[in-house]
């Protein structure tokens, strides 16, 4: 009965040491691969010099040039969009908190 036991002690410590060298080789592959950017990647320095000469509008996204980018700031600081009516602005708030909690609570219907 004593011998197995030690067997079976023996096989696990077996098992333990082949699998934790496993882990050990694993996680050493993918290192040297994640270290490295990608070589498409284009260096940050490059990216800090270049001048941006597009910018999304703020209203819908789109693309715009310099020039419309600015005309566009103008129009917007002169006359800004009208707000949202105070109604309209507590129903949004109400529909997003109710949102959240059916998120953790998904068990509630109201």
Known sequence: MGKVKA???IQLLCL???SATLVVLSSYWGAAVVALPPAE???EEILRT???IEARSPID???L???EYIQLQAQLQEA???KLDPKIREQVFLLRIRKTLLQFFPFLNF
């Open 50 to 52: 270049k001048i941006i």
């Open 16 to 18: 333990l040491v082949i």
């Open 41 to 43: 990647d284009i260096p």
């Open 80 to 82: 800004p969009p009208p």
């Open 61 to 63: 996204g789109r693309f």
């Open 65 to 67: 040039t310099a020039a």
């Open 7 to 9: 067997r079976k002690d």
